[in-house]
């Protein structure tokens, strides 16, 4: 089982709490590694997390803000090293590997590197991604290898059994486009920040009892 997080709401909840946006983004990373990852490992159905952490259109945000998020992704990936260790997780990176900056690049290939053992439980990591983007590459990628129907194969991100997104918001927003087709959705109220692990717990109990069909 594959869970698609759009971990929305940081900044909304950084305001409603008369913080700094910095703060909104600190705190919702907490969660996505205290409350969701920790609930999703420790389902037995569940062997992948699936974070749209930055997206291909988040590079329209402030300059300041941006180097702000870059810091708390480098400050996530040393949380996430340590506690691999402990917790085995393998880390994928998907999305462009071409705009981030090099300290935050060689820390991400470095983990990945360090998991790609790992089989039982993965962490997909979506930074500067967007659905529309990763299709774009993978044709340009299977027609360089002489059969671009299979673009496919060349996806980064596998099929989403589950896509949650917080803080009200009912779009995608160019998140795994074609990987969410045959997705069950859960939309809640809450901030990211505000998410419990037994709101993960309640969702994934829920698909359990959902019949997916897919047309059938």
Sequence with gaps: MNLGIIADGNRRWARAQNLSIDRGHQKGFEVITDEVLMACIENKNCNALTVY???????KRSPIEIANLMKIYLEMCNTWE??????????????????????????????????KHVTNFTLYLCLDYGGHDEIERAVISAQSAGDVTKFVNYLEVP??????????????????????????????????????????????????????????
Excluded at 102 to 109: D, Q, V, Y
């Design 53 to 59: 952490g930055f997206s291909t259109e988040n590079w």
């Design 82 to 115: 340590k506690l691999f260790k402990k917790n085995p997780v393998r880390l994928v990176w998907c999305g462009r590997r071409d705009r981030l900056n090099t300290i935050l690049k060689n820390k991400l290939e470095k983990i990945e590197k360090q998991t």
């Design 159 to 216: 099929n989403l059994d589950i896509l949650l997104r917080t803080g009200g918001e009912k779009r995608l927003s160019n998140f795994c486009v074609w990987q969410s087709a045959y997705a069950e959705l859960f939309f809640i109220d809450k901030f990211l920040p505000d998410l419990l692990k037994s709101d993960i717990i309640e969702i994934l109990e829920k698909f359990e009892e959902r019949d997916r069909r897919k047309g059938k």
